[in-house]
């Protein structure tokens, strides 16, 4: 298999983040040149959209794999239930599906239905993941758009006396992956992930500051009182999902998108219950 001569087009999807790249054949290895342009594209615009990737809902786990790993190291273990995704072998270690489908009246994914509020993926966890991927096979007629907040930008916002006011504080995040809400995650169950993480964090490739926190994962504020942390990370939370930081995703059968939890947060906004949504996910973390 030979490497495809492409000519990558970015195309800005909204003033405050993401990019839809033209160009791409995700069924054949890509180019070193192009793999260097994506990510100096994925550092720039932190959500990549490759709209039906191969012009058809039908794009297999093994180039969605191969696409994931330009940008760092594909997980090999996942969360929540693997099944077999149509037309493949065998299911894939590190492969979820994020779905309402039923077999035989159980879920084949995770996160089935409804709202889900902001959150960072594997946030809860000591080495958070740096980017997902998501494939949409079916999606229904109208919600479910996925809305993405940059933080970077909502952290450059911030006034100076804020600024000063969460440099050096931490949080901690706590998470039931089986949660869309935050009022879902019973915080002081002993056997959920959890973890600790700055409120302010430099991006591992840009080095710019970004707020990391979330309304879904972040619990309290280490070493603040629970009414003064609770105070702050409300005013937070609303400042990071003000709309001039967010683009909503409308989603198109057959697009991958790319995004990056180091600067971003997503959500998921609600669809008809009755309508089928499957989409896969691979997760992709720091390299070594």
């Not at 492409?6 to 990019?19: F, H, K, N, R």
């Not at 959500?47 to 330009?70: G, N, W």
């Not at 960072?120 to 758009?145: F, M």
């Not at 683009?247 to 998921?268: F, Q, V």
Request: proline share 6%; aromatic share 6%.
């Amino acid at each position: 298999m030979t490497a495809a001569s492409t000519t990558l087009e970015i195309e800005p999807l909204s003033p405050v983040l993401g990019a839809r790249l033209h160009g791409l054949d995700l069924s054949r290895p890509i180019p070193a040149a192009t793999q260097a342009a994506m990510r100096q594209a994925f550092a720039r615009y932190g959500v990549l959209c490759i709209p039906s990737a191969r012009a058809t809902p039908d794009m297999d786990v093994e180039d969605q794999i191969r696409f994931a790993s330009v940008f760092g190291k594909v997980d090999g273990e996942g969360n929540g239930q693997l099944r077999f995704a149509e037309g493949e072998k065998r299911p894939k270690r590190g492969i979820m599906f994020v779905s309402n489908l039923r077999e035989n009246g159980e879920l084949v994914g995770v996160l089935p239905d409804g709202e889900m509020h902001f959150h960072s993926d594997g946030a809860h966890r000591d080495v958070p993941y740096r980017g997902t991927t998501l494939y949409a096979i079916k999606i229904p007629s109208r919600g479910g758009e996925t809305k993405f907040a940059n933080l970077t930008a909502a952290y450059e916002a911030l006034s100076p006396a804020m600024k000063t006011r969460v440099e050096g504080l931490s949080g901690r995040f706590v998470y039931d992956v089986r949660a869309t809400l935050r009022d879902q995650t019973n915080e002081g169950d002993e056997g959920l992930s959890s973890s600790v993480h700055p409120l302010v964090r430099r991006h591992s490739d840009t080095g710019k500051p970004a707020l990391y926190l979330s309304r879904l994962m972040t619990r309290n504020i280490v070493g603040l009182e629970r009414a003064d942390s609770d105070r702050l990370l409300g005013e937070l939370f609303d400042h990071c999902e003000q709309p001039r930081f967010v683009y909503a995703h409308t989603w198109t059968l057959g697009d991958l998108l790319l995004w990056d939890n180091r600067c971003l947060n997503h959500a998921r906004n609600d669809f008809p219950a009755q309508e089928e949504r499957h989409l896969r996910r691979v997760t992709v973390s720091d390299p070594g």
